[in-house]
């Protein structure tokens, strides 16, 4: 059973750019989570979505979207790219079924921005 | 505003001794507290989690204990040995936030030889 996988692994990008990075959530979930782990601290939540739609949002500037499939693989994209969004992405899945709240987290894309 | 308050920032035990990591939080819609260990250049891997209803969960030798009147919840870890060495981040999930955490900043452990 894989579990949460993302790519790539790493990516060096020039401020300015816009980046995509992608998901595909652990077997049987439905509902991916996107976090930005700056060096040293940890994961902040920028969104979820679930069924399609981003159904809510950390603190995190409109440069920041997603979008999610009907096989619930999700991706993340950055526009505009400035030196302080250089991080560890980190996707999470989850099933929204009741009672459940685990996530579950991939090896995240490391982001570097000149 | 930081939600979920987390020390020591690093912590340095003997091999079988016992590592102990705290976090305190004030948002009372928290109902599901898990703890997550990572390793560098990996993700978060959930280590054991605990609901509000009950004041400790053990597995293994990870043990929460949990205070709800004084909003704390704090990791043991019994017997620490040299592959327990990782970043233990503790989170907490609001019951309306869809299962969204919000982690405290980490504690480095380091578990001596």
């Known amino acids: 059973d894989a579990g949460v996988t993302q790519s790539p692994t790493h990516l060096i990008k020039t401020r300015g750019q816009q980046v995509t990075l992608r998901c595909s959530p652990k077997?049987?979930?439905?509902?991916v989570s996107w976090y930005q782990q700056a060096l040293g601290q940890g994961p902040q939540f920028i969104f979820q979505?679930?069924?399609?739609?981003?159904?809510q949002r950390g603190n995190f500037p409109d440069r920041f979207s997603g979008h999610q499939f009907p096989n619930y693989s999700s991706e993340l994209n950055v526009n505009a790219l400035l030196l302080g969004d250089s991080a560890l992405y980190l996707c999470?899945?989850?099933?929204?079924?009741?009672?459940?709240?685990?996530?579950?987290f991939g090896p995240g894309t490391r982001l570097t921005v000149t | 505003q930081q939600q979920v308050k987390q020390s020591p920032q690093s912590l340095i035990v003997q091999k079988g001794g016992i590592s102990i990591i705290n976090c305190a939080y004030e948002?009372?819609?928290?109902?599901?507290f898990p703890w997550y260990q990572q390793f560098p250049g990996k993700g978060p891997a959930l280590l054991i989690a605990?609901?509000?209803?009950?004041s400790e969960k053990k597995e293994g030798r990870f043990t929460i204990s949990f205070n709800k009147s004084a909003k704390q919840f704090s990791l043991h870890i019994m017997d620490s040995q040299p592959g327990d060495s990782a970043t233990y981040f503790c989170?907490?999930?609001?019951?309306?936030?869809?299962?969204?955490?919000?982690f405290g900043k980490g504690t480095m452990l380091l578990v001596s030889p």
């Open positions: 999470a899945s989850s099933w929204a079924g009741h009672l459940s709240y685990e996530q579950y």
């Open positions: 077997s049987g979930h439905d509902t």
């Open positions: 979505y679930y069924e399609e739609e981003e159904r």
């Open positions: 948002n009372t819609a928290f109902d599901y």
């Open positions: 605990i609901r509000p209803d009950v």
């Open positions: 989170a907490a999930r609001a019951d309306s936030g869809y299962s969204t955490l919000t």
